[in-house]
């Protein structure tokens, strides 16, 4: 399946193709093994658990056998497309507890959302958390797409549902403060906030000309950038505290709006200094090569930044 390919529900449940070049009796055999060693153990034979058992067991064998089934290792480390075209036959039979949201009936998942199946029912259940929203989505004919922007083990995930409409950005929090910060800087400097708590937030997508696209051929305006939007978090008594490249500073070409996204290393009365020595930092780096729209790009910063 090439990259970008949308993954529907047909995907998932109608084609069986073979996967790994495993032998289905053997796959049996291997689950049926982790599931009664997980009865054994006292674990509750949930995927993670029984995945956890499958390892073990390929992990035990010799090498040759190992080799053999290297593939299926590494599918296992990661629950892929693969899982999903296959797996939930196998865990019916076994009775694993295998729970695939139905997030077809809000969006049209990018094939990223699958390579992971905890994330595909994390971006679900945080739809569901937000009733306008899921009502919305539900009563499209069309469904919008829906594309993964991020997934690490710790922010877990952040994706983007991008429709006629609006966008919305999907995310999990990282941290307990995260949320009251997002909702400071929403709409000054930051993206304006649907819905959210302690484990996500859902807020509008800010889409824009990133600053970096700016500074080949305008330093007066990456300069400026930089000055609004650090002046603006500073005002709210924030540190940003976070990388300016990385599409993270945004500027919106029809109203010149600057934001900044990604505010999960922000802090409240934090190093405020740090902010502008990393933003000198990031316009040194961009104009290495041109010291003179250097100039221009920190004159414009240091204008803007103190409101002049």
């Keep these: 399946m090439a990259t970008g390919e949308q993954l529907t529900y047909a995907d998932i449940y109608n084609e069986n193709p073979e996967v790994l070049?495993?032998?289905?009796?053997?796959?049996?055999?291997?689950?049926?093994?982790?599931?009664?060693?997980?009865?054994?153990?006292?674990?509750?034979?949930?995927?993670?658990?029984?995945?956890?058992?499958?390892?073990?067991?390929?992990?035990?064998?010799?090498?040759?056998?190992?080799?053999?089934?290297?593939?299926?290792?590494?599918?296992?480390?990661?629950?892929?497309?693969?899982?999903?075209?296959?797996?939930?036959?196998?865990?019916?039979?076994?009775?694993?507890?295998?729970?695939?949201?139905?997030?077809?009936?809000?969006?049209?998942?990018?094939?990223?959302?699958?390579?992971?199946?905890?994330?595909w029912?994390?971006?679900?259940?945080?739809?569901?958390?937000?009733?306008?929203?899921?009502?919305?989505?539900?009563?499209?004919?069309e469904k919008p797409p829906m594309t993964l922007l991020d997934y690490g083990d710790e922010r877990g995930l952040v994706a983007v549902i991008i429709d006629e409409e609006s966008g919305v950005v999907i995310k999990r929090t990282l941290h307990d403060g995260e949320e009251s910060i997002a909702k400071k800087v929403a709409g000054i400097v930051g993206p304006e906030v649907i819905e959210s708590n302690n484990n996500w937030i859902v807020e509008k997508f800010i889409g824009g000309i990133a600053a970096e696209e700016l500074a080949i051929e305008h330093p007066d305006i990456v300069g400026a950038a930089f000055g609004v939007a650090l002046r603006k978090t500073h005002f709210l008594d924030l540190a940003y505290l976070d990388r300016f490249d990385r599409r993270h500073l945004l500027i919106d070409p029809k109203t010149n709006k600057v934001s900044l996204v990604d505010w999960s290393s922000a802090k409240e009365n934090g190093n405020q200094f740090e902010d502008i020595r990393n933003a000198v930092a990031t316009m040194k780096k961009w104009f290495a090569s041109d010291q003179q729209y250097l100039l221009v790009a920190l004159k414009n910063f240091r204008t803007t930044y103190r409101g002049l």
């Design 121 to 141: 029912n994390s971006a679900h259940n945080i739809i569901e958390s937000v009733p306008e929203l899921a009502k919305r989505l539900k009563a499209k004919e």
């Design 21 to 119: 070049d495993e032998d289905p009796e053997f796959l049996l055999d291997l689950f049926q093994d982790a599931v009664n060693k997980c009865k054994e153990t006292g674990q509750p034979v949930t995927l993670k658990n029984v995945f956890y058992q499958t390892k073990v067991a390929l992990f035990a064998m010799d090498r040759q056998e190992y080799h053999q089934h290297y593939p299926l290792v590494l599918s296992l480390t990661e629950p892929s497309i693969e899982i999903l075209r296959w797996f939930p036959p196998l865990a019916e039979k076994l009775r694993i507890e295998f729970d695939l949201k139905p997030l077809w009936e809000y969006v049209v998942p990018s094939v990223t959302l699958a390579f992971n199946i905890h994330l």
